[in-house]
């Protein structure tokens, strides 16, 4: 167990539709990473925030967005969804106060299907 | 951007034998981390091993090291005694330090483990 939880573990919805996605991560980890992996692909870098802010930004859509509340959990909002959003969703969390900010640690994945 | 390289998607392995997983990465950075993660059919993402750049020793975790080459830009990941439970989809990832906490996947090694 690595102390990031992700909620829904499954979540089956249509085309069209929105979705958001919970993050929370280890804690007293600052920075959440939003990770994409389709079928049998790699992981694509979303969208990373870092106490509350966004700090860098990968392949996301403009359909998708996140934030960082202030108690560090996060969400990833995908809207509009489309049959090749499906896909696994990973979190990742890193940077513990006043730690080693170098190991990043993954939750266990959101599996959104879209019908 | 920083790039990660397997060039082998799929490996196999004899259980009890030896198999390496190869890595190269582009980077300017002359600081940086490097890792392998491990996606069982689970998904779950596991950190398996790090490497400090500044660090000349290669790291070891049990059955697990590697073979940095810091002039090459290779990573290779080795693995010792091979058992049943090491198949999976072996990433390598990179992080720098003046990319913004931001972590580069390769695409990842698929490797069986044959009885």
């Known amino acids: 167990d690595s102390g990031v939880t992700q909620t829904p573990k499954h979540l089956i919805t249509a085309t069209g539709q929105r979705v958001t996605l919970r993050c929370s991560p280890r804690s007293g980890d600052l920075s959440v990473y939003w990770y994409q992996q389709s079928l049998d692909q790699g992981l694509q870098f979303l969208i990373q925030y870092y106490n509350g802010e966004e700090r860098a930004k990968g392949n996301i859509l403009e359909r998708f967005s996140a934030q960082q509340f202030p108690d560090l959990h996060s969400e990833l909002n995908l809207s509009s969804l489309e049959l090749g959003d499906s896909a696994l969703y990973f979190c990742?969390?890193?940077?513990?106060?006043?730690?080693?900010?170098?190991?990043?640690?993954f939750g266990p994945g959101t599996r959104l299907t879209v019908l | 951007a920083q790039t990660v390289t397997q060039s082998q998607p799929e490996m196999s392995v004899q259980e009890a034998e030896t198999v390496t997983l190869s890595c190269t990465y582009d980077?300017?950075?002359?600081?940086?981390?490097l890792f392998w993660y491990k996606q069982p059919p689970s998904r779950q993402m596991i950190l398996v091993i790090r490497q400090e750049a500044y660090k000349q020793q290669n790291a070891t975790e049990n059955r697990f090291s590697v073979n940095f080459q810091k002039a090459a830009k290779s990573f290779s990941l080795k693995i010792s005694d091979s058992q049943l439970g090491d198949a999976a989809m072996y990433f390598c990832a990179y992080r720098g330090t003046n990319t913004g906490n931001q972590f580069y996947f390769g695409t990842g090694t698929s490797l069986t483990v044959i009885p």
């Open positions: 990742a969390s890193s940077a513990p106060r006043g730690g080693d900010p170098n190991e990043q640690f």
């Open positions: 980077t300017s950075e002359s600081d940086y981390y």
